[in-house]
């Protein structure tokens, strides 16, 4: 019964969030998730020791009340997310599209495209990637993404039905995943996939923020196995309404050295290239739960 109570909420918020007015959604998401944020022990610890990381080197000097700012941001800029997102499929492509003020590095992804051996794409819990994914849908060039299965499958499904009414295709985290990617790859599609945390705990090793953290091999790996443009790119909210999005060059991904130690390098150029797009807006990395052993 709790299972199906759960679902039903998720639903019901989802369709008062496409019906209220624009903005009203945002402020309301935002009250409700700074509250939270403030009640929460858990998930304010969490936020804190990550933005505390982002913000401060390691071994430097706190400014708590900087911090404090930051994560109380923090936490309202993931009440903007959940309501933007629930928002768009209520929304035109014409009008996704026309909400993007600036969109820095869209030839990358166009040339990969034309290469013709897909386009991988980097992406840490940044502003909202659906609202890019979405863009890229209006863009023509499309995306398949990988996503957490949740409990229940019937919220999992609801939300990849979301998802798909706004043209990102999504595939669960399982054991067929990697063979949808390749697929995907091989037709010359673009594959987007959240890279920030490492879900299943068997990631690379690498520096991350000064301290050394796990992320998931996927796509280095691939790219190393398929020869596709591998880029890092996020999707941030605003100014006001609108959105940007910011796509690097391309990570180098080519084979130097045995499979492991290339996966290791090249996952390691990805964390540089995250560590970059989540220092151009901090409050706007949602990863709740910590992230560094510090």
């Not at 991350?208 to 996020?234: H, K, Q």
Request: net charge positive; glycine share 10%; with cysteine.
């Amino acid at each position: 019964m709790a299972k199906k109570a759960r679902v039903a909420l998720f639903k019901s918020v989802g369709a008062l969030m496409e019906l209220l007015p624009e903005r009203i959604d945002v402020a309301v998401a935002s009250a409700i998730a700074g509250s939270v944020g403030r009640r929460s022990k858990g998930a304010r610890a969490g936020l804190t020791s990550n933005l505390e990381r982002v913000l401060f080197p390691p071994h430097s000097a706190t400014n708590n009340a900087l911090l404090e700012r930051f994560v109380a941001r923090g936490f309202r800029s993931y009440g903007q997310y959940w309501a933007e997102g629930a928002k768009l499929p209520a929304l035109a492509s014409k009008n996704v599209y026309e909400r993007f003020t600036i969109a820095e590095g869209l030839e990358h992804l166009r040339l990969g495209k034309e290469r013709g051996r897909g386009v991988i794409i980097a992406l840490p819990h940044i502003g909202s990637w659906e609202w890019g994914g979405s863009f890229l849908n209006s863009l023509g060039l499309g995306m398949t993404a990988v996503a957490e299965e949740l409990d229940p499958p019937e919220l999992f499904e609801w939300f990849k039905a979301k998802r798909e009414s706004i043209g990102i295709r999504i595939e669960p985290l399982n054991d067929h995943a990697g063979s949808v990617m390749l697929s995907t790859l091989r037709e010359g599609g673009v594959v987007g996939l959240l890279c920030d945390r490492d879900l299943q705990g068997n990631g690379i090793e690498v520096e991350f923020f000064g301290e050394r953290v796990t992320m998931p091999a996927g796509p280095a790996t691939l790219a190393l196995r398929t020869g596709a443009t591998l880029v890092a790119a996020a999707c941030y909210s605003g100014p006001g309404r609108d959105h940007f999005a910011v796509v690097t060059t391309p990570v180098e991904a080519a084979r130097t050295a045995r499979l492991r130690e290339d996966v290791t390098r090249v996952t390691q150029l990805i964390a540089v290239e995250l560590e970059g797009l989540i220092r151009r807006a901090p409050e706007q990395w949602h990863v709740l739960q910590p992230r560094f052993a510090s």
